[in-house]
């Protein structure tokens, strides 16, 4: 069973630029959730997509974009990048979108935006 | 809103040594609750997870117990080792009356073990 799979695994992109980075789902999973991870702080939720749709958004503003396609592999796009986007971001998958279901979490991709 | 409190860290112990780390949470609805770790220079792994009161979760010889009175999952293990040396969060998934689970995490602890 292949687990969650991000890329690139490094990124580094200066300010104003647009990004999109990567994430293929693990077997059997059909939700998908991003988070940033700061360094030093705890992972923060972007969004959540199920089943190709938005499911839920955290405290990121529109510049955050994505997407899920059928195959449940999902994007995440930003815009306009700015200096304090620079973070590891996290793709996460699970079995369904409820509260009892486990975020299986991929190794992030690591952008710095200088 | 939701919310998870860590004890501040980093916390620096012999092998063989007996770990705490609290974690006590703020919800709104039924949370599911969590424990995640963090090797450096890479994601996060699932250590244990509870979603009612009362649940015990245990992994690897870590334990937490989900005390809803005391509004608490703090992670034990009796005896560390030197590759248990890692980041780790405490974290809670709510609905809060949505129709979808998001994880609210804590601000991480780092552990350090010394042989």
């Known amino acids: 069973e292949t687990g969650v799979t991000q890329s690139p695994t490094h990124l580094i992109k200066t300010r104003g630029q647009q990004v999109t980075l990567r994430c293929s789902s693990q077997?059997?999973?059909?939700?998908v959730s991003w988070y940033q991870q700061a360094l030093g702080q705890g992972p923060q939720f972007i969004f959540q997509?199920?089943?190709?749709?938005?499911?839920g958004r955290g405290n990121f503003p529109p510049r955050f974009s994505g997407l899920q396609f059928p195959n449940y592999s999902s994007e995440l796009n930003v815009n306009a990048l700015e200096l304090d986007d620079s973070a590891l971001y996290l793709c996460?998958?699970?079995?369904?979108?409820?509260?009892?279901?486990?975020?299986?979490f991929g190794p992030g991709t690591r952008l710095t935006v200088l | 809103g939701n919310s998870v409190t860590q004890m501040e860290g980093p916390v620096t112990l012999s092998e063989e040594a007996f770990l705490t780390i609290n974690c006590t949470y703020t919800?709104?609805?039924?949370?599911?609750l969590f424990w995640y770790v963090q090797y450096p220079g890479e994601g996060l792994q699932l250590l244990l997870k509870?979603?009612?009161?009362?649940d015990k979760g245990s992994n690897k010889g870590f334990e937490a117990t989900y005390r809803k009175e005391t509004t608490s999952f703090h992670l034990e293990k009796g005896s560390v080792q030197v590759s248990d040396s890692a980041v780790y969060f405490c974290?809670?998934?709510?609905?809060?009356?949505?129709?979808?689970?998001?994880?609210?995490f804590g601000q991480g602890t780092i552990l350090t073990v010394h042989p």
């Open positions: 509870a979603t009612k009161a009362d």
């Open positions: 974290a809670l998934s709510d609905a809060g009356g949505t129709s979808y689970g998001k994880l609210t």
């Open positions: 996460a998958s699970s079995s369904s979108s409820g509260r009892t279901d486990t975020q299986y």
């Open positions: 077997s059997g999973h059909n939700t």
């Open positions: 919800a709104t609805g039924y949370p599911s």
């Open positions: 997509y199920y089943r190709e749709e938005e499911n």
